[in-house]
């Protein structure tokens, strides 16, 4: 099992430019997260998702979309970059929100913006 | 507002005991986690604490106390490898976690 997969793992942008991070996993989990982790705070959620075809706004979502079209899938995309958006970002999964459901993330995918 | 309150920093001898402390303050409970995290991969859990008490899984415990809102993560038999961040998070009412901002844990021989 690969687990989270998510790509790519690095990137630079400049101001202005539009992207997208791709988050796959194989365990067949409903809950899907995009986080985005900066020096000197917690795990910040951006969006997320409870199933397929359905999406949820977190604390941070603004400047970020998101889609699930199919349920092993998780697209972070920004439209217009902004120097505020570097960060490393990590996806993550889990089989529900209760209980000792753990969340399984990705190996993070480092964005700067320029 | 919401808050988890962990130190930014501690420092270990190999082979000996420290004890990671966090604080909450959150919009109810459903559950505490804590994670680890090496420089430059991703979080793994390590424990799950949801009544009071300890809870024991090898070389690591977790204990939770809901009414003084605090839990602390205890690792024994220090290792080199323990050198990580460990992350605190809550559950609050809306089942949507809350994150500490992690405790960097340096170990030294």
């Known amino acids: 099992n690969a687990g989270v997969t998510q790509t790519p793992k690095f990137r630079v942008l400049k101001t202005g430019q539009s992207m997208t991070l791709l988050c796959a996993q194989d365990?067949?989990?409903?809950?899907m997260y995009w986080y985005r982790q900066d020096p000197g705070m917690g795990l910040r959620l951006i969006h997320y998702?409870?199933?397929?075809?359905?999406?949820a706004k977190g604390e941070v979502p603004d400047g970020y979309n998101v889609s699930r079209l199919k349920k092993q899938n998780f697209l972070l995309g920004l439209e217009s970059a902004a120097p505020s958006q570097t960060s490393v970002y990590f996806c993550a999964s889990s089989e529900d929100s209760s209980g000792a459901n753990v969340l399984t993330f990705g190996a993070g995918s480092r964005l700067t913006v320029l | 507002g919401q808050n988890i309150d962990q130190p930014t920093e501690m420092t270990a001898t190999e082979g000996a005991i420290v004890q990671i402390n966090c604080t909450y303050q959150?919009?109810?409970?459903?559950?505490l986690f804590w994670y680890q995290q090496h420089a430059g991969e991703a979080p793994t859990f390590l424990s799950y604490?949801?009544l009071d008490g300890l809870e024991e899984k090898g070389r690591f415990s977790s204990f939770l106390s809901r009414s003084k809102g605090y839990s602390y993560l205890l690792l024994k038999e220090l290792q080199m490898k323990d050198s990580a961040s460990y992350l605190c998070?809550?559950?609050?009412?809306?089942?949507?976690?809350?994150w500490g901002a992690g405790t960097k844990l340096i170990i030294k021989p």
């Open positions: 365990m067949n989990h409903e809950y």
């Open positions: 959150t919009s109810g409970f459903n559950g």
């Open positions: 998702s409870v199933g397929e075809g359905t999406t």
């Open positions: 604490n949801v």
């Open positions: 998070a809550v559950r609050d009412s809306n089942y949507q976690l809350i």
